[in-house]
């Protein structure tokens, strides 16, 4: 057998990590600036995680969810009170599209409607309705066309109005910041604006915060700069540090029925024992404070290379537009400078997404490695 080969891969395999640095088979250190693809918020091999982790194990790694497991309900004590939203309600699945497909699942149940509007560029997985959702129409096939999808530009009040006035919108699905897309951020203001609009029809209000959530923008989610609440948030990839967990938070007023949503490992004890360990450094660490701290730093510094045409993003999660495709900078980024970086559906973009506990030290080894990169096209 092999393996399907759909991932297109460097010539570099990571076998040990700590902290932001990940180790290759000839002992080459490198900087881990994309934080494996998002998910290391708090560092690889995190002491306190390993010890969660192991200490879970030794007791009980998995059973299903027709039985009370106690855990699920530390995590949505502790989740509730660390990301502000303690009257929601917590549904644990297992990745970032499962968690995008039981949230549109939870807004159609409530409101009997079936079409959803989503934003040019939108990345919100590869399943179903996700990948429906999704801007990237190489990505969808004919299973999973009939979706109804109605795609706007971000930003674009008289169009999203046009459409929730006609009370047949079931959702409105945003990412607290673009993330595939290029670190594209909404206006507080066009945030609220969904908020007013989407209550005035009927429609739900989801905030995909799967790349931007889990206090990688130095909020615990990014919508919560604007100030909104949404009806369902969307959480992923942070969430767990490596061990794959996603979720989704219901707000207080839409009732559970048996059965409405379900799963097999969603919320399974060492799933738990993870999202814990990651809220628990969170919060002993203060590093959503550190990832404001270490975003405006790196955005500082950043702000004087002249070869940058545009800074995005807030926090740890920053987009470098430069005026020319960047696929050549990321390769030498990586094989000469040994610093992975984040593409974007925009060619042009570098995505950086390092873990959370980030020191001012790997920054300036990251600025280093770009200025040598870019003083040396
Ligand atoms: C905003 C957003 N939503 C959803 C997803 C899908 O998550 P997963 O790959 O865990 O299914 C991603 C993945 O990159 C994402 O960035």
């Known amino acids: 057998m092999s393996m399907f080969p759909v991932y297109p891969v460097f010539d570099v395999e990571p076998i040990s990590a700590e902290g932001a640095w990940v180790m290759d088979t000839n002992g080459q250190q490198y900087l881990d600036f994309y934080g494996g693809h998002a998910v290391i918020s708090i560092g690889h091999r995190h002491p306190h995680y390993i010890m969660r982790m192991k200490d879970q194990m030794d007791r009980i790694s998995f059973y299903s969810n027709s039985v009370p497991i106690a855990i699920q309900h530390e995590l949505d004590k502790k989740l509730g009170q660390m990301c ?3 009257d929601f309600q917590l549904f644990l699945c297992n990745s970032g599209a499962e968690a995008i497909e039981n949230a549109f699942k939870v807004a159609s149940s409530v409101n009997g409607r079936s079409k959803i509007l989503t934003f040019n560029k939108a990345f919100h997985g590869r399943t179903s309705l996700a990948v429906a959702a999704t801007d990237n129409p190489k990505l969808v096939f004919p299973v999973n066309e009939g979706a109804e999808i109605i795609r706007c530009e971000l930003g674009n009040h008289e169009d999203v ?3 929730l006035a ?3 919108v079931c959702c409105v699905i945003i990412e607290g910041i673009q993330g595939v897309g290029g670190i594209v951020e909404s206006s507080d ?5 969904l908020r007013k609009e989407c209550t005035n029809t009927g429609t739900h209000l989801i905030l995909d915060e799967v790349q931007s959530g889990f206090g990688r923008t130095g909020y615990f989610f990014a919508h919560q700069y604007s100030g909104i609440r949404p009806d369902v948030i969307t959480m992923a990839k942070g969430m767990g540090n490596g061990f794959p967990v996603g979720g989704i938070l219901i707000a207080p007023e839409i009732e559970a029925f048996p059965g409405m949503l379900g799963t097999t490992y969603g919320g399974n004890h060492l799933a738990c024992a993870a999202s814990l360990a990651v809220l628990e450094v969170l919060e002993s660490e203060n590093l959503m404070q550190h990832a404001q701290e270490m975003g405006a730093y790196l955005i500082e510094r950043l702000s004087t290379h002249m070869a940058i045409k545009e800074i995005r993003g807030k926090g740890l999660m ?11 900078m990321r390769k030498k980024l990586l094989y000469e400078q040994f610093i992975f970086t984040g593409s974007s559906s925009n060619p042009n ?3 950086l997404l390092p873990p959370l506990n980030i020191t001012q030290a790997q920054i300036d080894y990251f600025l280093d490695g770009l200025k040598q990169v870019i003083q040396h096209k």
């Open 84 to 86: 502000c939203y303690l």
């Open 161 to 163: 109005a046009e459409h």
């Open 166 to 168: 006609t009370k047949e």
């Open 189 to 193: 203001e066009f945030l609220r604006f």
């Open 318 to 328: 920053i987009g470098l537009e430069f005026s020319e495709h960047v696929a050549e």
């Open 349 to 351: 973009t570098i995505r």
